[in-house]
């Protein structure tokens, strides 16, 4: 079933059918075959307009509108779970992990895009300088731990020295064992020393991520997300799968445990990342269960993660990105 935004009278003209399955509009100064998507919430920003003169009729996927009318919903009880961070001095650390073109950006954007940024900040750090590859490997990150009353979100983290570097060889395999060792012995003192750590990482299949790239490469508005690793994503998937598998079963602990977030549906991943991230905190006036439990089958804990995976690591099926 389809909704309409709004309608425009037609005069004397019997109005063209739209075919079902399209969500975009064909603007006329476009070349054939491009197609120009609704920003974001138009869907939902329209839906109750009445016919009129001064608008134009155009059809949806539902499940577009239904996706934004409950990311609308996730965003105010975002922006509830910001206040109770800042009320009770709460300190809050997110990290977010996972493929190339896994969807951790677009996630969270949509985490950020209400919050007040007095209280909340997103950490996307650059290679480290040559000052900093002779300092303790955390050392550039401690700086940008939260304080009180303030969430803080890496794209990317620590956790650069689990996947991308050993792959990529920017540092060594004695670089890589250490960090294994010392980051569970790190993660336990912040959670002692009181930050609510949560860890996810992202999980998106080879083909997927194939798709992606071939988008970016042809999308002067993503162009900036290409870089020469990406490019060597696909060449190095079983290399960076096998150090997924190690980066789990290492640092996957019971005071800072991992959540891997199913993200070939980049709209789902960010409904369900959201929804698991509000379920860890108590705050007043929670929405109900309904509205907050996420989709098992999107959101798997660290532990089953690696259960499947140890089952699967050998065979020939294909695993999780």
Same mark, same amino acid.
């Given at each position: ?21 399209? /969500? ?13 998507? /609704?920003?974001?919430? +138009? ?26 009318? %409950? ?29 190339? #073109? &896994? ?9 950020? =895009? ?5 209280? #909340? ?8 300088? *040559? ?11 401690? !700086?940008?731990?939260?304080? &009180? ?12 020295? #689990? ?18 060792? *010392?980051?569970?012995?790190? %993660? ?20 997927? !991520?194939?798709?992606?790239? %071939? ?23 079983? =290399? ?7 980066? /789990?079963?290492?640092?996957?602990? +019971?005071?800072?445990?991992?959540? @891997? @977030? ?6 789902? #991943? ?9 379920? +860890? ?5 929670? @929405? ?34």
């Amino acid at each position: 079933m389809k909704k309409s935004i709004n309608k425009k009278e037609t005069k004397g003209k019997k109005e063209k059918k739209v075919p079902k399955d399209k /969500l975009s509009i064909k603007s006329k100064n476009e070349p054939t075959g491009k197609k120009k998507k /609704l920003v974001e919430f +138009t869907a939902f920003k329209n839906k109750s307009n009445k016919e009129s003169k001064k608008h134009t009729k155009i059809w949806i996927k539902s499940k577009v509108l239904d996706y934004e009318v %409950e990311l609308h919903r996730l965003q105010i009880e975002l922006l509830k779970f910001q206040k109770h961070i800042k009320d009770n001095g709460l300190r809050v650390l997110i990290l977010f992990e996972g493929r190339d #073109a &896994a969807g951790k950006g677009g996630t969270i954007k949509r985490v950020m =895009q209400h919050l007040n940024p007095r209280g #909340a900040r997103v950490v996307a750090l650059e290679k480290p300088s *040559d000052t900093e590859l002779t300092q303790w490997y955390f050392q550039r990150y401690v !700086q940008h731990l939260p304080h &009180a009353g303030e969430m803080v979100l890496f794209d990317r983290s620590w956790y650069n020295r #689990a996947m991308v570097e050993p792959v990529m060889g920017f540092c060594t395999d004695e670089q890589n064992k250490r960090f294994l060792k *010392d980051v569970p012995m790190f %993660e336990e003192m912040l959670v002692k020393d009181g930050i609510i750590l949560m860890k996810y990482f992202f999980s998106v299949s080879k083909a997927m !991520q194939m798709k992606r790239f %071939e988008s970016r490469q042809t999308d002067p508005l993503k162009q900036y997300k290409i870089s020469p690793v990406d490019m060597q994503a696909q060449d190095l998937w079983n =290399q960076y799968t096998v150090r997924k598998f190690q980066m /789990l079963t290492e640092t996957n602990r +019971t005071l800072s445990p991992w959540t @891997i @977030i199913r993200s070939n549906n980049k709209k789902d #991943a960010r409904i369900n990342c959201i929804r698991h991230l509000l379920s +860890t905190v108590e705050y007043q006036d929670k @929405i109900s269960k309904k509205h907050r439990t996420p989709d098992p089958d999107i959101v798997i804990s660290g532990i089953d993660e690696l259960k499947f995976m140890e089952d699967n690591l050998m065979s020939s099926n294909p695993l999780p990105g």
